[in-house]
């Protein structure tokens, strides 16, 4: 048996080998293969999914500690604002030692800028794999024909991720692409995207199962990871409202998917990722930390941010308090102890407000799976004018948008 093979595996441990992985698209055992990007391999096909001001290094570390063998990928970093070498990017850009597969993600309209941000992360071997993004339903960034807008213009679209392969593909650098299913139903694109991806040499595809219109509200529609799973040879990264373990089981079984990425359902419970990797291996252990083990999670990822800040307490614990409040969820905490917490300035603040609490309290079993993060539906989809007109770019169009490219984007 190979060690491919041995490491094939279902729900209840058990080797099945020879089986046609997108056979079991129906109720049945899991089958769970490691992945290959390139030379990079993946043996848990869990991905930390890119979020902004969430997935710096401090964060990744402490997912990866939890669920090793995966991918942790660094939040949407602007190509422009590489390209000028912006601090507050290349801080995003940096990686602990610890990081098995440095995995970096880029955002560009442009394509020749994208292609010269690549072009630095391969002269400055600054990652291991580079993902693109055209999935930010952001309206600051489809405005400008951005992330998930982007797909639709088919030239725009094909030219970002050939260039960036051209750079990346001779330095051993695989490259991914994360996608929506598209602008609206009236406006998919998520197969062709995924086809065009695969065409031009990318490593994987990832889809999150919702259109730009509906933005974090309502359901990862799976089915659509299913449909894209039958039209593509390379994998698919399944992404869009996994809360549990027991959730990227159900994925990988209803699509055939070969991985699953993970967002908000890990804020403030990196632990999610030693649940996957059990579940994918055939274990029901889970991981339930009382309040006084997240606290002490807490103290660490305060420590670790402090060190990304390069030991400035105030930004690192500035950065911390959202990340209390989503580890704090569903713990008998009450307003006034939250407030506090929102208001400290350094991490003795964070442990005098912590020692008022039961650190004895169990983990919330009512919470445990269920939705978490941000969840609300876009009021509106923000377009280039006239963007949905055509499938292409004219001249004009071009020079507007890249003119307009934005420095700094947030999700
Ligand atoms: C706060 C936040 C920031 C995000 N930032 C990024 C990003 O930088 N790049 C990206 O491709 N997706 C980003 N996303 C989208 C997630 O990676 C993911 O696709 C989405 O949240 C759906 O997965 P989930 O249901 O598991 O959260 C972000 C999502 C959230 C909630």
């Given at each position: ?37 390139g ?27 939890y ?19 912006n ?17 970096l ?8 800028i994208?292609?010269?941000?690549a ?11 580079v ?41 051993g ?38 259109t ?23 994998p ?47 274990s ?60 400290c ?35 509106k989809?923000?377009?280039?004018y ?26």
């Amino acid at each position: 048996m190979s060690k491919h093979d041995e490491d094939i595996i279902d729900e209840r441990g058990d080797s099945r080998l020879g089986e046609d992985p997108r056979s079991t698209a129906t109720a049945g055992p899991v089958q769970i293969h490691p992945v290959d990007l390139g030379h990079i391999h993946v043996p848990t096909p869990v991905m930390l999914s890119p979020m902004a001001g969430v997935t710096n290094w401090p964060f990744r570390v402490i997912c990866e500690e939890y669920g090793p063998d995966g991918l942790y990928v660094a939040e949407m970093i602007t190509a422009r604002a590489l390209v000028a070498r912006n601090p507050k990017a290349l801080r995003l850009c940096r990686f602990a030692p610890s990081e098995k597969i440095r995995s970096l993600q880029l955002y560009g309209v442009d394509p020749s800028i994208v292609e010269q941000a690549a072009r630095i992360v391969v002269d400055n071997n600054m990652a291991d794999h580079v993902d693109l993004n055209f999935g930010c339903p952001v309206p600051k960034v489809t405005r400008r024909g951005g992330g998930s807008a982007l797909p639709w213009k088919t030239d725009l679209f094909t030219e970002v991720i050939h260039r960036v392969v051209s750079v990346c593909g001779p330095a051993g650098i695989p490259v991914t692409a994360k996608i929506r299913v598209g602008i609206d139903h009236e406006h998919e694109t998520f197969l062709e995207a995924g086809h065009i991806a695969q065409e031009e040499g990318c490593a994987a595809v990832t889809l999150h199962a919702r259109t730009t219109a509906e933005y974090y509200g309502g359901h990862s529609d799976w089915s659509r990871i299913g449909e894209l799973v039958e039209r593509l040879d390379i994998p698919v990264f399944g992404n869009g409202d996994i809360w549990g373990a027991d959730d990227a089981l159900t994925m990988v079984r209803e699509t055939g998917c070969a991985g699953v990425a993970i967002g908000r359902g890990c804020q403030g419970r990196p632990w999610l990722f030693a649940d996957i990797k059990h579940a994918f291996e055939g274990s029901d252990e889970r991981t339930n930390p009382n309040l006084g083990q997240v606290c002490a999670v807490i103290l660490r990822h305060a420590g670790l941010l402090t060190e990304f800040y390069d030991g400035d307490e105030r930004m690192a614990v500035h950065d911390l308090r959202k990340h209390i409040a989503w580890y704090l969820k569903g713990f008998p905490v009450g307003g006034t102890t939250r407030k506090a917490f929102m208001e400290c300035e350094n991490i003795a603040d964070v442990k005098r407000v912590m020692d008022t609490l039961d650190l004895q309290a169990p983990y919330p079993q009512r919470i445990i799976d269920k939705p978490r993060g941000r969840v609300r539906y876009a009021k509106k989809v923000h377009l280039p004018y006239g963007w949905l007109e055509s499938r292409t770019t004219t001249h004009e169009q071009r020079e507007t948008l890249f003119g307009d490219d934005p420095m700094d984007v947030s999700y």
